[in-house]
């Protein structure tokens, strides 16, 4: 394996959805830096993808196929990674696709750096009617964790990442107990021991659409508060921040929770 090129697992969960697979697996054939492998994880009884994936592969495609008969998209990317023996590890959502310069800019930068344990990017948002609605993550420098406790989960999503599988094997995979807010609970445990970069460079496209994961604000708020108490409760040394700070960033969402509590009440059952 070339130094200068190493090599990069994609981690694709996917459950029956192969029109938005197929597109994004197509935007990963597209990038401009081509040492990489596609591990598409199938979470689910059905095996929709598989045909698709093996009919890639006879064409050539560096992919891989792994069926995980009872898993969400949590533990899915749990089981992308522990498959994966890449160097660098990036995630995909299915209804994602990224620019052909992703995984080229972002790998550069992370080898220029030994510090950085990851690095993220900026997306463009796209309706229904491929409608661009803004361009999420405008935010642009390091990412501590003072910043991540005090403005939130500021990485868009998982698509738009790319981390070292030293740093995943270090402080530990996705924790399942946070469907929604697994990725902010990663962050925080990565921005303890290396260095979290993110640029405001828009390569990733993002699709909205009626099928998406709905979130409700109840069940965001409930599991972020989840994620600080984790985090408070770790009896870990954290690099400036006190516990009194912490301490106050959870107080300070408890008033917010009665607000959420009630507005929730009206709204529509999905």
């Given at each position: 394996?070339?130094?200068?090129?190493?090599?990069?697992?994609?981690?694709?969960?996917t459950r029956d959805r192969t029109t938005y697979l197929k597109r994004a697996i197509k935007s990963v054939l597209a990038q401009t830096y081509r040492n990489y492998e596609i591990i598409v994880v199938q979470n689910g009884p059905v095996e929709?993808?598989?045909?698709?994936?093996?009919?890639?592969?006879?064409?050539?495609?560096?992919?891989?196929?792994?069926?995980?008969?009872k898993a969400d998209p949590v533990n899915a990317r749990?089981?992308?990674?522990?498959?994966?023996?890449?160097?660098?590890?990036?995630?995909?959502?299915?209804?994602?696709?990224?620019?052909?310069?992703?995984?080229?800019?972002?790998?550069?930068?992370?080898?220029?750096?030994?510090?950085?344990?990851?690095?993220?990017?900026s997306s463009i948002v796209l309706n229904q009617h491929h409608q661009n609605r803004n361009a999420r993550g405008h935010f642009q420098g390091r990412i501590s964790?003072?910043?991540?406790?005090?403005?939130?989960?500021?990485?868009?999503s998982l698509s738009n990442i790319l981390t070292r599988k030293t740093c995943l094997d270090r402080i530990g995979y996705f924790d399942a107990r946070?469907?929604?807010?697994?990725?902010?609970?990663?962050?925080?445990?990565?921005?303890?021991?290396?260095a979290l970069w993110?640029?405001?460079?828009?390569?990733?496209?993002?699709?909205?659409?009626?099928?998406?994961?709905?979130?409700?604000?109840?069940?965001?708020?409930?599991?972020?508060?989840?994620?600080?108490?984790?985090?408070?409760?770790?009896?870990?040394?954290?690099?400036?921040?006190?516990?009194p700070f912490l301490k106050s960033i959870i107080d300070k969402r408890q008033p917010l929770w009665s607000i959420i509590a009630t507005a929730s009440k009206g709204w529509p059952k999905t």
């Open positions: 394996m070339n130094p200068r090129m190493p090599k990069v697992s994609i981690i694709i969960p929709h993808s598989k045909q698709l994936v093996q009919k890639m592969i006879r064409h050539g495609a560096p992919m891989r196929y792994v069926h995980k008969l749990n089981t992308g990674i522990r498959a994966s023996k890449s160097d660098y590890i990036a995630f995909l959502d299915d209804d994602d696709e990224w620019l052909p310069t992703k995984l080229e800019i972002q790998i550069h930068a992370l080898m220029k750096n030994a510090r950085l344990g990851l690095i993220a990017c964790l003072k910043i991540l406790l005090t403005k939130g989960c500021i990485i868009p946070f469907p929604i807010a697994n990725d902010y609970d990663l962050y925080l445990r990565m921005a303890q021991h290396y993110m640029t405001s460079d828009p390569l990733v496209r993002s699709h909205q659409h009626k099928s998406n994961m709905t979130k409700k604000a109840s069940q965001v708020f409930t599991e972020t508060t989840g994620v600080l108490k984790k985090l408070r409760l770790s009896n870990t040394k954290l690099k400036g921040v006190s516990g």
